[in-house]
């Protein structure tokens, strides 16, 4: 089921579209998503906050915050940039388990992250691939808000536990508290980065029993000890 916009009375405040120059001399496109219902609180959420005027395109593509919360039920982030996102945003949230060596030998750390990309019929959540012959998403029946400068997703745990179809081997989304986290707001495909938490990709952060750890974030040490041959 493909997360669409809500329509309804929850819905207000819609702008009208328009388009302008995305550049660095302050021009930005106007546009913005259809009505979305309003952002999730993710109650609970441990928060990171990011510098400000470090995007590659803009204030409403520069990180801010970043909420994080993991529970039974599913994941909830929220996205605060530093002006309201529009149309042809996409965020990213980057979510693993500790690294772990396969029955082959291979050494890996399993993602469960997801895109969500704003749309002008209001938003799509996505991850990995449903058919790898013919490239098409794999799209996840999730939860989109936006209010002002914020935009949240949960995704059910169900949706996390289903591998996608490029990624047959994947378990299930891991039961615990730890795990390694990377934030990033681009401006279309997934390699065009206009901002990510922590800026620096090499360093450590995680969520931690409920809280952001980092960067860089030393404990647990587990999570990023890469095991050895042997």
């Known amino acids: 089921m493909r997360c669409k916009a809500m329509l309804g009375a929850l819905g207000t405040g819609l702008l009208l579209t328009g388009c302008g120059e995305d550049n660095d001399g302050g021009n930005v496109p106007v546009s913005v998503t259809a009505q979305l219902e309003p952002a999730q609180s993710c109650e609970g959420a441990g928060s990171a906050e990011d510098p400000a005027g470090d995007s590659?395109?803009?204030?409403f593509r520069d990180l801010r915050r970043l909420d994080l919360r993991v529970t039974q039920a599913g994941v909830c982030v929220r996205w605060t940039t530093d002006a309201?996102?529009?149309?042809?945003?996409?965020?990213?949230?980057d979510i693993r388990g500790p690294f772990e060596k396969t029955p082959g030998g291979a050494v890996v750390s399993h993602g469960y992250g997801f895109y969500v990309d704003l749309t002008k019929e209001g938003a799509e959540v996505t991850f990995g691939l449903a058919d790898p012959v013919a490239d098409t998403p794999n799209v996840l029946d999730a939860r989109v808000g936006q209010s002002g400068e914020t935009v949240s997703a949960f995704v059910p745990r169900r949706e996390l536990d289903r591998p996608p179809a490029n990624m047959p081997d994947r378990p299930p989304f891991p039961d615990g508290d730890e795990f390694i986290?990377?934030?990033?707001v681009l401006q279309a495909g997934p390699e065009d980065i206009a901002d990510s938490w922590p800026d620096d990709p090499s360093s450590q952060a995680a969520y931690v029993n409920g809280h952001i750890c980092g960067p860089p974030c030393s404990e647990p040490e587990r999570l990023f000890r890469i095991p050895q041959p042997g």
């Open 181 to 184: 986290i990377e934030a990033r």
């Open 84 to 93: 309201q996102a529009v149309v042809g945003t996409r965020f990213f949230l």
């Open 56 to 59: 590659t395109s803009g204030p």
